[in-house]
């Protein structure tokens, strides 16, 4: 299983701090601070257990298989046993979240806390300035003391998980940022072919070309068929284009706000999707798409048939994670970074490794806010990240002489045909994504941990963008959230319509001065007005 945003929770979505001014709070706003709970003084504060005796508390989880209970988990089990914290769970699958935690909040017939919700930005606002999720800033303070940890470190973390109104109402799924296999990566190339062709591996846009050209026409498996293919991707369009996005001088600012980046020497946005350099980039890859060098299914596409196809190894070029994991083919490596026509040559298809942001919330049903911080806080720490994801000693991992933690044979190779997913999901929960709690590279197994992965990051790396330069996801107000939401829903949708037609070549590059135009007349000017103000906030 990967966590790669791409895979189990889309294009991350965070905020920025915009604390400075919103205008005076209404009495909605200030109820979601609680004073101390009546059970506050039952609460260790440090170590196990959390509380003094048993305590239970009523808690709604999203969970990827149908079949797990998990009032009979292992997970929660052992972690009840530790911690005497029992959970009364109600549980619903992923596929069906949105519509039941909607139905709960407006029914007010919710639990105590939501646990891998998911909740995007604008509920954790909206109901948090209602007051009934919990502003969490005090008891951070002096019950999460691995979560403040975290926000103390990387200070775009805190910014991202703070809202409008300077507080915090959820705990994040993060990415740990010094996991580079996890953030950097760029497409991977067949090193087999170029060394078959004599080609060296393409360190600019002009080379690419020629390379993906030579791949689908000079017979590089050696079979005297051309059944070779130039680049391959599972994953849409989009995914593609971020990898060479940095070659053209776009995204200077990473992908958490992916229309916008900073006009050269200022921090003032421009919109990425009308800009030259963006034209430039889908000229670009309407050539590729349109010589065959790119699959031709990239707009339509699904993952499982794109699987099946790359399988095959008849591509030369593979966005996706190794294809030594999810393929079983030895031939791939990293490609470089590549330098554009105007000189360009920079990785920009970064974040600041905040997930979800609304993956563990509060209500103000909540009997014991203390005890469930420190509950939730735990998974944020060593100890309790290795729980969540490695699970347990002898049943699931085992450790080495040298400290390095390995799943056991029946997780990895189980002897009843189950996937590792379905074998890890007999005792945890982290399979399909959905959690809180922050991923390590010592305690994750996927295919980023490993080395061809760490091989392309270091390869990658002097191209990245500086963490400082990185902005995270733009934190809007109720009423902002409700403007953009309007504004972009509709320019999203005829950028996505126009992107394709442009690269397929239904619609001809003279038509570009209209596409903007159309853009403009959409409303944004107004956009551009809240979104640069939600940034400037944060200064």
Known sequence: MTVKKRRVYGAVASMMLAASI??????????????????????????????????????????FLASQDWD??????????????????????????????????AAGDYPEFFFASAF???????????????????????????????????????QGVTMADGKIYGFPAIFDPEFESLHLGMPWINQAWLDKLGLKTPETTDELYEVLKAFKEQDPNGNGKQDEQGWGTGYGIKYLMD????????????????????????????????????????????KLYSEGLINKDVFTVEIQAFAAEAAKGNFGMISDIDPKEVFKLDNYVGAQVLEGPNGDRQYTAMSNGLGNLGMFVLTDKAKNPEAMVRWVDHLYGDEGTKMFFMGFEGVTYEEDAEGNFKYLETITNNPEGKTMDQAISEYLTWP??????????????????????????EQVKPFALNDEDIIPGLNYTVEESEKVSAILTDINT?????????????????KWDDYKKTIEKM??????????????RTK
């Open 22 to 63: 919103l205008g005076a709070c209404s009495d909605k706003e200030s109820s979601s601070e609680k004073e101390p709970s009546s059970n506050a003084e039952k609460v260790n504060e440090t170590g196990m257990p959390i509380v003094k005796e048993n305590i239970e508390v009523d808690g709604f989880g999203a969970k």
């Open 72 to 105: 009979k988990l292992m997970l929660w089990q052992e972690y009840e046993k530790m911690s005497n914290v029992h959970i009364n769970w109600t549980t619903v699958q992923t596929e069906a979240l949105a519509e039941k935690r909607n139905l709960m909040l």
């Open 120 to 158: 995007p930005k604008t509920d954790l606002i909206k109901y948090g300035e209602q007051g009934v999720f919990l502003a969490l800033d005090e008891y951070i303070d002096q019950y999460a003391p691995n979560f403040k940890a975290i926000l103390e470190k990387y200070p775009s973390v805190k």
């Open 243 to 286: 990898s060479l996005k940095g070659s053209f001088g776009l995204n200077k600012q990473g992908t958490m706000n992916p229309n916008l980046d900073f006009k050269e020497g200022t921090e003032e946005f421009r919109f990425v999707p009308t800009t030259d350099e963006y034209k430039q980039l889908l000229q670009y890859v309407n």
């Open 432 to 457: 399909g994504g959905y959690y809180p709690g922050i991923v390590t590279q010592k305690f994750f197994q996927g295919a980023e941990s490993k080395e061809n992965s760490v091989k392309n990051a």
């Open 494 to 510: 005829y950028i996505d319509e126009s992107t394709a037609s442009f690269i397929t070549g239904k619609t001809s590059f003279d």
């Open 523 to 536: 409303g944004l000017e107004d956009y551009m007005e809240i979104a640069q103000g939600a940034y400037d």
